[in-house]
């Protein structure tokens, strides 16, 4: 979203090309051109059955990758949501391999959780996700024995959510997975490569999330749905687009 005017009547197939002009604007050409080759050099050695759109969340929350293997496809004609998805995608495929807990799970509900109790009213806006996509979330982990659900004590009605012993110990296992999968994405592609990939996404994300541009771009437009519903105060660490439908934020 954005406040410059809205896209009406704008053909879905010229929506991609529009929203990266809006970006040039926002972010410099400069430093989105840094991005764009960035991940073309990622996406020309990744498999070329990858999908153009971002990872949608199946059965555990967990990423699909291509059901076959692919040659590498041209990738100098992608736009840049492609290129982003799937290189976003990929890595998450190759994090899931290794791992017993979903990406989305780890990178967002695990990620707010703690052993002092967190109120489940809150989640949705600590972890930048919707209500229904960390009712989910938290469904999969009780079942893992990750998290579990109790009385608030500081409160007559409500819940809190806090990890178990085996919830501490996947999280710090997939704090060290994802550190790992990097390093991997070093060795493979390039450490010079895979450094300016990062140093492309922080001038946009600004990890310290205190000075994101990403801001600039989450302003509702007045009259629409978003506008009448709370803002967001951060926003999620991977994108959970469920499989029943919904936007990057689970929405």
Excluded at 27 to 48: I, Y
Excluded at 166 to 185: I, K, P
Aim: glycine share 12%; charged share 25%.
């Amino acid at each position: 979203m954005s406040s410059a005017a809205p896209l009406e009547g704008v053909a879905a197939t010229a929506l991609p090309g529009v929203v990266e002009e809006r970006w040039q604007e926002r972010f410099g050409h400069e430093a989105l051109g840094d991005l764009r080759e960035s991940l073309r050099a990622v996406a020309a050695r990744l498999d070329g059955g990858l999908p153009d759109c971002l990872p949608i969340l199946g059965y555990g929350l967990r990423t699909s990758g291509p059901e076959r293997v692919s040659p590498p496809g041209d990738v100098s004609g992608l736009s840049l949501p492609t290129l982003l998805s799937r290189v976003l995608l990929a890595f998450a495929v190759e994090f899931e391999r290794r791992s017993d807990v979903a990406l989305a799970i780890s990178a967002n509900l695990l990620r707010v959780l703690g052993q002092p109790g967190v109120r489940v009213r809150d989640l949705p806006l600590l972890a930048g996700a919707s209500k229904e996509a960390i009712s989910m979330a938290m469904g999969i982990a009780g079942k893992q024995g990750l998290a579990v659900l109790e009385p608030d004590p500081a409160a007559s009605r409500g819940k809190v959510a806090r990890l178990t012993p085996g919830g501490r110990s996947a999280q710090d296992g997939c704090r060290r997975l994802l550190t790992a999968t990097e390093d991997d994405w070093q060795e493979r592609f390039g450490s010079d490569g895979i450094r300016g990939l990062r140093q492309a996404l922080d001038r946009l994300a600004a990890p310290d999330g205190t000075s994101s541009p990403l801001w600039r771009g989450l302003e509702p437009y007045p009259g629409g749905w978003r506008a009448s519903v709370p803002r967001p105060r951060t926003l999620p660490h991977f994108p959970m687009v469920l499989h029943r439908g919904g936007f990057p934020d689970g929405s």
